[in-house]
């Protein structure tokens, strides 16, 4: 089974014709890669631009973030629609730094309804901003996907992936035990069976959190994920082929 890689460029790069040449970059390395599928997530003002151009299927295009509803009065947001108009067919939600300007767990779940009913995948985040021995982050996780999922039909949770992005890993050099990641795998599971019954079994599940060619083939192999969401790594086309040629080993 392939490994879903979700390229996070963030707000990279600085221009147009940076984001053609990082782009071919990682084509290349997508289209040599055997085991993963590969998902990028430009920055929108080059969406449109980059999935017009390409021919090839190993890519598809994300959003990284929109806004629920479909038009209005909204300055400098743009709508799943015009994302799913420029060929997007993923969106990221609940991004923890999108969550650090304010974005509570009902605009998240807001925006997972609005993209199911658009047929786009959500790429659902959920992840605390810090760790403590108490065990709280069980609890920060468990309500993030009980108010985001609540009103989501069992049947439609298997279009959505739900990646665990603890925050205090994002932009370090620290990430997470791959048995630690495993434990989560199984809590996520568990909560998702306790809302929507079975189907929980079979989500698909993603870590985020500094992910590079270093830590991605022991948390394949021992933290129940089905692949990644990448940040810094994927701003980087050197970083990222390295990343593609790891997961091939497994």
């Not at 920055?43 to 038009?71: C, T």
């Not at 799943?80 to 969106?91: C, E, P």
């Not at 909560?191 to 993603?206: A, N, P, Q, W, Y």
Request: aromatic share 6%; proline share 3%; hydrophobic share 45%.
């Amino acid at each position: 089974m392939k490994a879903i890689v979700v390229a996070n460029w963030k707000m990279n790069p600085a221009t147009w014709r940076d984001a053609k040449k990082l782009f071919e970059a990682e084509r290349k390395a997508a289209e040599g890669a055997k085991n993963s599928v590969v998902i990028i997530a430009p920055p929108a003002i080059y969406l449109r631009d980059l999935s017009s151009g390409y021919r090839g299927k190993k890519i598809s295009f994300a959003l990284q973030n929109a806004h629920a509803e479909a038009v209005g009065a909204h300055t400098g947001d743009i709508s799943l629609a015009q994302g799913k108009d420029a060929r997007a067919s993923y969106v990221l939600i609940g991004h923890a730094e999108r969550r650090e300007l304010g974005e509570t767990d009902d605009d998240v779940r807001k925006k997972v309804l609005a993209a199911l009913a658009l047929k786009m995948i959500p790429i659902l985040c959920v992840g605390e901003k810090e760790r403590t021995q108490s065990g709280a982050h069980f609890e920060v996780v468990r309500a993030q996907l009980r108010t985001t999922l609540a009103e989501v039909a069992p049947a439609a949770l298997k279009n959505i992936l739900v990646t665990y992005e603890p925050r205090w890993t994002i932009g370090k050099d620290t990430t997470m035990n791959p048995r630690e990641m495993h434990e989560m795998s199984i809590f996520i599971r568990k909560c998702i069976v306790e809302l929507s019954g079975d189907t929980g079994h079979s989500m698909k599940i993603l870590y985020g959190g500094s992910v590079d060619e270093k830590n991605a083939v022991a948390m394949l192999q021992h933290g129940d994920v089905r692949g990644f969401l990448v940040g810094r790594a994927s701003k980087n086309a050197l970083e990222f082929a390295k990343l593609l040629q790891a997961i091939d080993t497994v």
